[in-house]
T-cell receptor
Framework: EAQVTQNPRYLITVTGKKLTVTCSQNMNHEYMSWYRQDPGLGLRQIYY???????DKGDVPEGYKVSRKEKRNFPLILESPSPNQTSLYFCASSAGTGGGQPQHFGDGTRLSIL | GQQLNQSPQSMFIQEGEDVSMNCTSSSIFNTWLWYKQDPGEGPVLLIALYKAGELTSNGRLTAQFGITRKDSFLNISASIPSDVGIYFC???????????FGGGTRLMVKP
């Protein structure tokens, strides 16, 4: 089954404690991206990757890091989380490299930073 | 980044009614996508539009790519309780590698 898998689904942690949210897709997609969803703001793109070792900033990259060492994986790293990063996070992937192809989304990771 | 204005922000309707929502942008897009998000899940693609003026249906859903390329609308006919969720529009222009999302329309359907 074609899918995008995020882990963990829920996490409560404290300010400053480094955390990583993993994302894996089994569709051999070139394009992967991370979004955060906040009430009334829709989904805002944090980072995206057009292929292995190619990453770029989205609209809200501050406080986040990503890496793309393998095609299937695109982890999101919060080196020093802060309360304003409490949000619902989605990983997505699509064929092609331009971002205009329909993106397949994971089921989300709800992060609470205390 | 670019802005997409989606309206209405929320709708509470009676089962069987038709629904209409739209997105407008200050800049041109070459692709419009409509997604639905059910509670506790990620957005799922409903309809993709790639050409100005294009009108596409998916069951009871119909979406159109505005002729100016700055807007798109989604209609749902004869709503049913499982239509409940958040609907998002998203636009892409070929100048960049990002997808821009609207703020979402929360649809509630009363049986």
């Amino acid at each position: 089954e074609a899918q995008v898998t995020q882990n963990p689904r829920y996490l409560i942690t404290v300010t400053g404690k480094k955390l990583t949210v993993t994302c894996s897709q089994n569709m051999n997609h070139e394009y992967m991206s991370w979004y955060r969803q906040d009430p009334g703001l829709g989904l805002r793109q944090i980072y995206y990757s057009m292929n292995v070792e190619v990453t770029d900033k989205g609209d809200v990259p501050e406080g986040y890091k990503v890496s793309r060492k393998e095609k299937r994986n695109f982890p999101l790293i919060l080196e020093s989380p802060s309360p304003n990063q409490t949000s619902l996070y989605f990983c997505a992937s699509s064929a092609g490299t331009g971002g205009g192809q329909p993106q397949h989304f994971g089921d989300g990771t709800r992060l609470s930073i205390l | 980044g670019q802005q997409l204005n989606q309206s209405p922000q929320s709708m509470f309707i009676q089962e069987g009614e038709d629904v209409s929502m739209n997105c407008t942008s200050s800049s041109i897009f070459n692709t419009w996508l409509w997604y639905k998000q059910d509670p506790g899940e990620g957005p799922v693609l409903l309809i993709a539009l790639y050409k100005a003026g294009e009108l596409t249906s998916n069951g009871r859903l119909t979406a159109q790519f505005g002729i100016t390329r700055k807007d798109s609308f989604l209609n749902i006919s004869a709503s049913i309780p499982s239509d409940v969720g958040i609907y998002f529009c998203a636009g892409h222009n070929n100048a960049g590698n990002m997808l821009t999302f609207g703020g979402g329309t929360r649809l509630m359907v009363k049986p």
